[in-house]
């Protein structure tokens, strides 16, 4: 069976294909038939060929969210880009697209629907965003990670899988905190905080945090991932640090073989509100405090109500973060009966065999395209 992946932009799309892929080769689909079509200048751009797997590019930009010549801009690459995912799916000739989100997604199903190809969706988030709402009326089955998507998408349509954790974070999860602590070469015994953004990073949640770091340091220790885009100034506060403050901390401007253990050592996460915390923080039974990014949509702050709504988490935003981010995390990791409570809960949210079940809504799709 041939699958054509589309996925792009943020790793919320690109990890959970990745996860997908990965299982359709461990189930007996060769990697030359599996290809991913993305666009330049984006994550998949590096990440799919380090997973071994054929990258084809088509030209696009974000349509929301940006200025309006830029919008027309790139409106134009996408509606241009539908002759050349159509050439791609000549060539291929796949059995079935799977599409995780991304702006390219859009040119693509439509060539995927010109040429008869069907379409499975997997919804990361709780709600979809605007590339998902635009190409579920032509899909078959649109997979999601939660149950709190049923007010987003058909019932006929709907397969609950849960979030595809990638194999390498869960073979991280049945390491020993110890185990883990110790390739960071941190302490047992010390309360650790596990602070990302993104691949490129969050600003505010930076700032917010070196700010902070001196008054935390006295107590905790830190794992940071600063994103690629504020790492400049998050080496430059190293300056700022004592060097038994620095004993503490562990700064990265990205983490890839390492993140599973990082998640592993933590006993609490800060980090925005996107589709992978949805899965990973379960995976792990980590309590998170989320500040969702205030201008993506709404789907950020929706995954960080369902979290919360649940008691996995705890929520502060951007504005609030220079002031409530210290006192927030040491009453959080003060408080062992309430840290232990945020476990059991987010534990309940996780679904471990999420990344087979959403393999086999794509197998099965295809397969009936090929019987029908």
């Known amino acids: 069976m041939k699958v054509l992946i ?57 349509i929301v969210g940006v200025p309006p010549h830029v919008m027309m801009m790139n409106a134009a690459k996408l509606t241009w880009s539908i002759g050349t995912a159509s050439r791609i799916m000549r060539q291929f000739k796949p059995d079935v697209m799977f599409m995780t989100g991304g702006y390219m997604a859009a040119p693509v199903s439509l060539a995927a629907r010109l040429h008869g190809v069907p379409i499975s969706i997997y919804l990361p988030d709780v709600e979809p965003g605007s590339s998902i709402k635009a190409v579920m009326p032509l899909a078959q089955k649109v997979a999601c990670t939660t149950e709190g998507s049923r007010a987003y998408v058909p019932a006929q349509k709907m397969v609950v899988t849960g979030y595809p954790v990638r194999p390498e974070l869960r073979a991280a999860a049945a ?162 009966t309430r840290l232990a409570t945020m476990r059991t809960a987010a534990q309940a949210l996780d679904i471990p065999d999420a990344t087979a079940k959403l393999a086999q809504v794509v197998m099965e799709c295809g397969r009936k395209a090929v019987h029908d």
């Open 6 to 62: 589309c996925a792009g932009g943020t790793g919320g799309g690109i990890y959970p294909a990745l996860a997908v892929a990965t299982e359709l080769m461990r189930s007996g689909v060769p990697n030359e038939d599996i290809l991913w079509v993305g666009t330049r200048g984006e994550m998949e751009e590096e990440l799919v060929p380090r997973a071994g797997l054929h990258l084809q590019m088509i030209r696009g930009g974000a």
């Open 175 to 336: 390491m020993s905190q110890e185990e883990a602590l110790a390739q960071f070469d941190l302490q047992p015994g010390r309360p650790t905080l596990f602070v990302f953004g993104g691949s490129r990073g969050a600003l505010n949640i930076n700032r917010a945090l070196m700010a902070g770091l001196p008054t935390l340091l006295q107590q905790i220790q830190v794992i940071h991932i600063s994103g690629t885009l504020t790492w400049s100034q998050v080496e430059a506060n190293l300056v700022n640090l004592s060097q038994e403050e620095r004993a503490f901390y562990r700064p990265y401007p990205y983490l890839h073989e390492r993140m599973g253990a990082a998640f592993r050592a933590a006993d609490l996460v800060l980090a925005r509100a996107g589709a992978s915390m949805l899965g990973e923080t379960p995976a792990f039974g980590l309590p998170s405090i989320l500040v969702p990014l205030a201008w993506a949509w709404r789907y950020q702050k929706v995954n960080a109500d369902f979290l919360t709504e649940r008691g996995t988490a705890v929520q502060l935003t951007d504005e609030t973060l220079p002031d409530k981010l210290v006192p927030t995390v040491l009453d959080l990791l003060g408080d062992k």
